[in-house]
């Protein structure tokens, strides 16, 4: 479809390779998180692309994310991070999705469709160590629920966990560890070595080494994105999401008007201001205060209520026009937002406000071609 409005999400699959490269440990694989369309990037373009930046595996949160996925041809080893959902087993075992399993009921199931299509599959046992979201709980449990596994003609490919605050919790992070670590001496007490254990999420890589065992997992840092605390600076992570626009319209208001709903941003003197059409339909949040965007090389306050699909911009006496690009997250001339900075202002996270970009806005990949 042809596209109209100039509103457009840039992806940058050299900072994703990169990122790959830069995050993955020298004793240990990498699995890409990409569920949530690759954190709103885009998920079959950032396997791609994760994959040739060294990453063994992808990991998303549906099977139906899986499959799509393999529709677009990704071969790579791929785990589905919960339980593949009842009716789903048969479909997600054809497509050679990797399973977790962490409960008696979810085991039958997989069994039950592995028995009808034939050899074993491996499969990852997920252990709740303490984020008490999904996992075997204790994780006290693993060995006899190891014997289900075997006698269920099923094999065990991995033993992960997942942590609760790796982004600022050391002592946290090392009880989930050390509870993992039990479980999986337990494990080899009883005859049973999983060939990949894994834990860690983009806090722990980045900060812990210790959580890396043989492979790391991460998600936000992939994508150049804060885990949480600003951790991720100085490490040389790059962002690979621009979001951009252009002015569509421009206004000189003298002092006194009030703009958008509710009036709420009343001008103190004559001023400039640009319509742009983004709104919180697109993503841009609507609780975000004090939010700026970058127009001519510079920062602008955004101006009175976001409105679902258009935003004002207060560019004061500044010399703006029709076409002007905006930016909202990225970089332009010597000044960049990042989602990090916009999340803040909306009282929320980076991940959030990437997965929260909408589909109406169009994807647009640069440096599809990774170097040779
Ligand atoms: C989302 C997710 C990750 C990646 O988390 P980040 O903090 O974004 O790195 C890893 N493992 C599991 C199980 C997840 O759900």
């Not at 830069?22 to 998920?43: F, Q, T």
């Not at 085991?107 to 592995?114: F, I, W, Y």
Request: aromatic residues 4%; proline residues 6%; contains cysteine.
């Amino acid at each position: 479809m042809t596209r109209y409005r100039p509103t457009v999400v840039e992806v940058d699959l050299d900072a994703i390779r990169h990122n790959v490269r830069l995050l993955s440990p020298p004793n240990a694989d990498l699995m890409a998180i990409v569920k949530a369309d690759g954190y709103g990037h885009g998920a079959v373009a950032v396997s791609r692309a994760a994959l040739e930046g060294g990453a063994s595996r992808l990991g998303v949160a549906l099977v139906e994310e899986g499959l799509a996925l393999r529709e677009a041809g990704i071969a790579s080893p791929i785990l589905v991070l919960t339980e593949f959902p009842p009716g789903s087993e048969k479909e997600a075992l054809e497509a050679g999705l990797t399973p977790s399993v962490y409960s008696d009921d979810g085991l039958d199931r997989l069994s039950d469709a592995a028995r009808a299509l034939g050899p074993p599959i491996g499969v990852h046992v997920k252990l709740d160590t303490g984020m008490h979201r999904v996992g075997l709980w204790p994780p006290e449990d693993a060995p006899a629920f190891a014997r289900r596994i075997s006698d269920a003609g099923l094999e065990i490919e991995g033993v992960w966990t997942h942590f609760a605050d790796s982004e600022s919790d050391d002592e946290g992070t090392l009880v989930q560890l050390a509870r993992f670590r039990a479980a999986v001496d337990a494990l080899a007490a009883a005859g049973v070595r999983p060939a990949v254990l894994h834990a860690a999420n983009s806090g722990a890589t980045i900060r812990m080494p210790e959580t890396h065992l043989d492979m790391v997992r991460p998600g936000a840092a992939v994508y150049g994105l804060d885990p949480g605390g600003g951790i991720a600076e100085g490490l040389g992570l790059r962002a690979a999401l621009t979001w951009r626009s252009a002015v569509s319209m421009v206004k000189r208001l003298p002092a006194g008007e009030r703009l958008s709903y509710g009036g709420r941003y009343e001008l103190e003197r004559p001023s400039t201001i640009a319509t742009v059409p983004v709104g919180y339909d697109d993503g841009y949040p609507r609780t975000a205060r004090d939010a700026e965007v970058l127009i001519g090389g510079a920062r602008r306050p955004v101006a009175g209520t976001i409105t679902m699909d258009q935003i004002l911009v207060d560019c004061g006496d500044a010399d703006v026009g029709v076409g002007d690009e905006v930016v909202m997250i990225g970089a332009q001339g010597d000044e960049r937002i990042t989602a990090d900075e916009l999340a803040e202002r909306a009282g929320t996270i980076a991940r959030a406000v990437a997965t929260g970009i909408g589909t109406r806005v169009p994807r647009e990949i640069v440096s599809a071609e990774a170097p040779a």
